[in-house]
């Protein structure tokens, strides 16, 4: 536990972003084993199924970032601690808790390192949902969003060597940042009666610059995991995705 809140402060420091007053770190900080074993399970927010995933330190994304604050401040986050809008934490959909991540403002190039604590944000194109003092620190707080990129500077030491996927049960709802779900156009790759081989696929096409997700369905009377990549703002948009990768151009499109 100490090692883990002086690395957060050894990285706040080398970055040198922000001031250490403003910098709040939680005395429970929840960092066992048991709590890392619960949030990596795959998790499903309105038929759509979220595959936790542990990366390499240096892995990166980039895409629109926003942030939460009044409405979530006091209440748990999805690994147990209490959210202070006032702190450097963020909620991301994927990352294991307790990531240290350098966000960066693409539009200013103000940067900031944040602790993920938190799942979220599942609003269309939006990939990390920051505190409100972190979105104050990156200029952006007054506008909602902006675009940044994440990178992956350090991982819990508590974090399991290999995960296994679990199915997650038809209740299952983490305590996210935002409970607003996508919208827009998907690409289906793939449907399979078993969420093992849903993962497999979507696994196999992580290197695309757009999201691969599972989306559980019902039909006649017997579950399936759809394989589909999005979400596309057009056809057009869609077609010239296609054209860069020609196999699926038998693909069925849908609305998400």
Same mark, same amino acid.
């Given at each position: ?42 998790? *499903? ?33 999805? *690994?147990?601690e209490v959210y202070n809008m006032y702190g450097l934490t963020a909620a991301h959909k994927t990352l294991p808790m307790n990531t240290i991540?350098? @966000?960066?403002?693409?539009? *200013?190039? +103000? ?5 993920? *604590? ?6 269309? +194109? ?11 620190? !990156?200029?952006?707080? +007054? ?8 990178? @992956?500077? $350090? !991982?819990? /030491? %508590?974090?399991?060597? #290999? ?14 940042? %935002?409970?607003?779900?996508? /919208?827009?156009?998907?690409?289906? &790759?793939?449907?399979? =009666?078993?969420?093992?081989?849903? @993962? +497999? &696929?979507?696994? =196999? ?7 691969? !997700?599972?989306?559980?369905?019902? $039909? ?7 394989? @589909? ?10 077609? #010239? ?6 196999k699926f151009k038998n693909s069925i499109i849908f609305k998400g």
């Amino acid at each position: 536990m100490s090692y883990l809140i002086r690395s957060i402060f050894i990285l706040i420091f080398f970055f040198g972003c922000v001031s250490t007053s403003k910098v709040l770190i939680p005395k429970d900080i929840k960092d066992s084993p048991n709590m890392h074993k619960a949030t990596l399970k795959a998790y *499903n927010i309105n038929s759509i199924i979220y595959v936790p995933k542990i990366p390499t330190v240096g892995y990166s994304e980039a895409g629109i970032a926003s942030w939460y604050g009044d409405k979530f401040h006091g209440k748990y986050t999805s *690994n147990g601690e209490v959210y202070n809008m006032y702190g450097l934490t963020a909620a991301h959909k994927t990352l294991p808790m307790n990531t240290i991540v350098q @966000v960066t403002n693409l539009k *200013n190039h +103000k940067s900031i390192v944040l602790r993920i *604590n938190d799942r979220g944000p599942f609003i269309h +194109k939006r990939i990390i949902d920051l505190s409100y003092e972190a979105a104050k620190t !990156l200029e952006f707080a +007054k506008h909602g969003t902006t675009n940044v990129k994440i990178k @992956v500077l $350090q !991982l819990s /030491n %508590n974090l399991p060597k #290999r995960t296994t996927t679990v199915m997650p049960k038809e209740t299952v709802t983490p305590k996210a940042a %935002n409970s607003k779900t996508d /919208n827009g156009l998907l690409l289906q &790759v793939g449907a399979f =009666s078993k969420f093992e081989r849903a @993962v +497999k &696929v979507k696994q =196999s096409y992580s290197y695309f610059d757009k999201p691969v !997700l599972i989306k559980k369905i019902k $039909q006649n009377n017997k579950i399936y995991y759809k394989v @589909v990549i999005g979400y596309f703002n057009s056809k057009e948009e869609i077609k #010239r995705f296609i054209s860069r990768n020609p196999k699926f151009k038998n693909s069925i499109i849908f609305k998400g």
